[in-house]
């Protein structure tokens, strides 16, 4: 039986994704992930579904290179599913995903923000030391923002959204509906 849209007979496998991953993204969620990897069948194309309001975006960086490494050295075609809400670290995990391989549910949204940081910095010793303890914080927000910005890169890579566009709208928290997402070339496909 075919949904109203006909998707189901289109993409039948996404039906019952092999991973299927819920709740924050952290290092419990990454546990999961690899027990669900290693018991997923090891032919044809592994289908992978998240829901998450977001969480640690390492984390997500793993699981994403878990997927490229799944890809390269395999051959396997990796799907990705998102399921109501791919906020925050949810989309760093599906910009691992080609974007012909990325599909959402039906009135799913996908969230994109900068990344964040919270610290204090502490200055305590002699002057000649602290414009190193200064400088070590400005590299970590720099390398920071490369890193960011290699995952907007590679969430947009395929897509009509420009980098210009998706740094414009970021530092707000860019809410996009899934048949935005489908229209802007972000996902393949709603179902």
């Known amino acids: 039986m075919t949904n109203q849209n ?14 299927q991953l819920h709740g924050p993204v952290d290092e419990a969620m990454y546990t999961s992930f690899k027990a669900q990897v290693i018991d997923a069948p090891t032919e044809g194309p592994l289908v992978v579904s998240i829901t998450t309001l977001g969480g640690d975006p390492e984390m997500a960086r793993a699981m994403g290179d878990g997927i490229r490494l799944i890809r390269e050295y395999t051959g396997r075609d990796t799907l990705f599913l998102g399921k109501v ?9 599906m910009s691992a995903f080609p ?11 996908i969230m994109i923000h900068e990344r964040q940081m919270q610290s204090t910095i502490q200055l305590n010793g002699p002057l ?5 303890t200064l400088k070590a914080k400005l590299h970590e927000i720099e390398d920071s923002i490369r890193i960011q910005n290699e995952g ?11 980098m210009d566009e ?7 928290n860019w809410y996009i509906e899934a048949d935005e997402a489908k229209r802007l070339g972000l996902v393949l496909d709603v179902i």
């Open 166 to 172: 998706l740094l414009e709208k970021a530092p707000s």
């Open 128 to 132: 000649n030391t602290l414009e190193y």
């Open 152 to 162: 907007f890169e590679a969430l947009i890579r395929g897509s009509q959204v420009s």
């Open 6 to 19: 006909g998707k189901a007979t289109q993409y039948p496998l996404l039906a019952n994704p092999h991973v």
């Open 99 to 109: 974007v012909d391989s990325r599909f959402l549910t039906r009135g799913s949204r």
């Open 85 to 93: 809400a791919v906020y925050s670290a949810g989309a760093t995990f």
